[in-house]
């Protein structure tokens, strides 16, 4: 829910229902606040591998002058947005808005004007026009069924935390989606702790790209969620889409309702180094990644992928017109599109190298909660130690290379036989459109 801009509520727009629903979060908010501050104040008293990993939660998440940054970023584009169309929205979503973002994140927007049908193009149009006026660069997709808007810098310089942004249209899923991710964010604060430490750990391993084969930032959460909702015992999280309180709602055809402002006895009184091994160890070694399919939607958190008819890979048509191949190597449901698999980007290769990085991660923790000297000391060195590009990443990397020059060159023998101006020959850049479906697919939705 969003108030007027200062966090205030206002009559006639906001239910009653609304904004009590807010003032839970509020008191959410607070408790956590005051567990965190506890938990600082008793720091001297902690163990050195729950010390080293709080450390580095406060290392690698986003600060809270940033994310002032970022919601100034936003009332700006806010300003442009309504000036072309008073009555359209632009609103963040994903990690930032989530709670679960790390230090120098991208922002994610999205549009809001429902039933503009085939004035989306123009109004898209104008919209990037205003924002290149306003000192942005970057890229208006407009051959996208859905366009896409990328501001990748500030020509003026504003902003110390840099500036990229990604603009999509009417993406209601989208935000509903993170309005569910922060809702558990608030339950337990080591819900926030251990999603952005595996985060990090997977960025830095190298093992969060799915350009290259792994896995999105956003599959690493529902796996972390997936752990502390149906794995671990007692559970640190309810599962929030599964409660006699929660009230439908349907949104283009999937049902995005699950329940808010949700307070949960503490049961689970596992300190973070020991939830943190127990995930890495549970996608390491008992996690049955041939037949199962992870769902934290779902009553028990498992479903099987051959009752999905997620066995054999699929092919279709994305928004930018362009072939995407659906894996099932890797089986995430997403929770409320829950024809989508996040996790259709992994290969096997990428799926052998996620599992390998899991087990390192295990074998360093355990012995590190040994408390054991050279353990822990191998712990800071080496759990998030930024691991050196791939060997299959480079071949990759080769390959397109070679296909591009064989392309390249065929395209310039056709031209000669067929084209006479073209003897003159001139280097030319790849195409937009060939541009346009890297990005789009190397893009997690």
């Known amino acids: 829910?969003?108030?007027?801009?200062?966090?205030?509520?206002?009559?006639?727009?906001?239910?009653?229902?609304e904004i009590e629903r807010q003032f839970v979060n509020l008191a959410l908010q607070k408790r956590n606040q005051a567990a965190a501050a506890a938990a600082a104040a008793a720091e001297r008293e902690l163990d050195p591998v729950t010390c080293f990993l709080l450390s580095t939660y406060d290392d690698v998440r986003v600060s809270d002058d940033e994310l002032r940054e970022k919601d100034a970023i936003m009332n700006l584009l806010k300003h442009v947005v309504h000036s072309v169309r008073p009555e359209a929205d632009i609103v963040a979503f994903g990690s930032i808005q989530s709670g679960l973002a790390l230090k120098n994140s991208d922002i994610d927007a999205c549009i809001l004007l429902p039933d503009i049908g085939e004035e989306m193009e123009e109004f898209a149009s104008e919209c990037f026009e205003r924002f290149t006026a306003l000192g942005f660069e970057g890229k208006y997709l407009r051959k996208a069924r859905i366009p896409i808007i990328k501001l990748l810098s500030d020509t003026k310089n504003r902003y110390y935390y840099g500036f990229q942004c990604d603009i999509g249209f009417n993406n209601q899923l989208a935000i509903y989606n993170t309005s569910l991710l922060h809702q558990y964010s608030l339950i337990d604060p080591r819900c926030k702790q251990l999603a952005i430490l595996v985060k990090y750990w997977a960025k830095q391993k190298r093992i969060n790209s799915p350009y290259y084969g792994t896995l999105s930032s956003y599959g690493y959460v529902l796996m972390v969620l997936f752990y502390l909702i149906h794995v671990v015992r007692p559970a640190v999280l309810p599962n929030l889409q599964d409660s006699p309180h929660k009230q439908d709602l349907y949104v283009e055809g999937f049902n995005v309702g699950f329940v808010r402002g949700t307070t949960v006895a503490r049961r689970n009184t596992e300190s973070l180094p020991q939830l943190l091994a127990g995930f890495y160890g549970?996608?390491?070694?008992?996690?049955?990644?041939?037949?199962?399919?992870?769902?934290?939607?779902?009553?028990?958190g498992l479903l099987k992928k051959?009752?999905?008819?997620?066995?054999?890979?699929?092919?279709?048509?994305g928004s930018a017109d362009q072939v995407i191949k659906d894996r099932y190597v890797l089986a995430i449901e997403d929770p409320f599109e829950i024809t989508h698999n996040v996790g259709r980007t992994v290969s096997k290769a990428g799926l052998f190298e996620i599992r390998g990085e899991f087990m390192q991660a295990t074998?360093?923790?355990?012995?590190a909660t040994l408390h054991s000297t050279s353990a822990i000391r191998k712990l800071r060195a080496s759990?998030?130690?930024?691991?050196?590009?791939?060997?299959?990443?480079?071949?990759?990397?080769?390959?397109?290379r070679q296909k591009r020059m064989g392309t390249e060159g065929k395209a310039a023998a056709e031209g000669k036989t067929n084209n006479p101006t073209a003897a003159s020959g001139s280097d030319s850049a790849p195409s937009e459109s060939a541009s346009r479906t890297a990005t789009v697919e190397s893009r997690e939705p």
Not at 289 to 299: A, K, L
Not at 363 to 367: E, I, S, T, V
């Open 1 to 17: 829910m969003s108030g007027n801009g200062n966090g205030h509520f206002i009559p006639g727009v906001h239910t009653v229902e």
């Open 306 to 317: 051959v009752d999905k008819d997620w066995t054999l890979a699929k092919e279709h048509t």
């Open 383 to 400: 759990l998030f130690k930024e691991r050196l590009e791939p060997k299959s990443h480079l071949k990759y990397q080769k390959a397109l």
């Open 282 to 300: 549970f996608f390491a070694h008992e996690f049955n990644y041939r037949e199962s399919v992870i769902s934290i939607r779902q009553p028990g």
């Open 363 to 367: 074998r360093l923790l355990n012995a």
